[in-house]
């Protein structure tokens, strides 16, 4: 049980692609090898920073630079539009459509050191392993396709259809059974109907069957738009995961928080450039070093796009 326990906790931060997004390895669904150390790799960086650090809070910077920060602090929680059950990150029109994505891990980083990688006791043999398992996924693309979507409200992402992409693409093979919305109070059906939205609506909330025994659950905690000028947007979302094993298994659930950040380029109507960054963060309920680490980032992966409009 005890192998099982901290071999769980970090295959989760790969899987949001939103990215989600991140390496075959912290993918697996079997259980025997869920394990920490490969979803810490998949979610962010095993390369220790040379460089002193530069600490900027949330509040203080742009989301675009969050992109080349040094240190990051999760972003507060963000309840604007709690009230109207409509909530969602919207990006800019030029984005609608479905996009053939290639998707590369460019770098890896992490800013508090090896140890905060390292499983539950920070083991730094679990950390190293981890950080070998990291540098093999180096400068490989990954094909897959994203798809946004026009809604009443704005351009938002479907994350049915990403959710999947990521998750079957990173893994190199199928993995999900089934991904499908589920409602809370800042993004739920009911209230995208009662404002004159449809079923087909993307909502925050998502919920995926493995095919391998396992389930996760991925809330909006927070997010952010930023237009910079008429080609370029940039976003971010604070989410986090609960990820559960499906069979007779008694082992706990396992929460994980991290941040995708992104940077998108219109090139032309058919192309965009676009960067992303999925910074992880410890939690509280899985992680021994999580005062430690003050609410910051433990690890960043960050990862180069070319998109290519197919629709």
Not at 105 to 132: D, R, V, Y
Not at 161 to 172: H, I, K, S, V, Y
Not at 249 to 276: C, G, M, Q
């Amino acid at each position: 049980m005890s192998r099982l326990k901290g071999t769980t906790r970090k295959l989760l931060v790969s899987f949001f692609l939103s990215a989600v997004i991140t390496s075959s390895n912290a993918l697996s669904l079997h259980a025997a090898k869920l394990n920490r150390r490969n979803a810490l790799a998949a979610g962010g960086s095993l390369l220790v920073s040379g460089a002193m650090p530069h600490s900027v809070s949330a509040k203080q910077q742009s989301i675009a630079s969050r992109l080349d920060a040094d240190i990051l602090t999760m972003p507060p929680s963000s309840r604007a539009n709690e009230l109207n059950g409509i909530d969602n990150t919207y990006y800019p029109q030029w984005l609608a459509g479905t996009w053939d994505v290639t998707q590369t891990l460019k770098n890896t980083n992490t800013p508090l050191g090896l140890k905060f990688i390292g499983g539950p006791n920070g083991s730094l043999k679990i950390a190293q392993e981890s950080f070998e398992e990291q540098q093999k996924q180096l400068n490989i693309p990954v094909h897959l396709q994203l798809r946004f979507v026009n809604t009443k409200f704005g351009v938002a992402e479907d994350r049915l259809f990403n959710t999947r992409q990521r998750l079957d693409n990173f893994a190199g093979r199928s993995v999900v059974s089934s991904v499908e919305y589920a409602n809370v109070g800042g993004s739920n059906r009911s209230s995208v109907l009662a404002l004159g939205g449809s079923e087909n609506d993307p909502l925050q909330t998502t919920f995926v069957r493995y095919k391998g025994p396992a389930a996760q659950k991925t809330f909006l905690l927070s997010h952010g738009e930023e237009k910079i000028d008429s080609t370029s947007f940039a976003a971010y979302e604070s989410l986090r995961s609960i990820f559960a094993l499906t069979n007779q298994n008694t082992a706990p659930p396992v929460t994980t928080d991290s941040e995708n950040i992104w940077y998108f380029e219109l090139v032309n109507e058919d192309t965009i450039k676009a960067r992303l960054r999925i910074a992880s963060y410890l939690n509280a309920q899985s992680d021994s070093l999580y005062f430690e680490a003050k609410n910051k980032a433990v690890a960043f992966a960050d990862y180069v796009l070319t998109m290519k409009k197919c629709i």
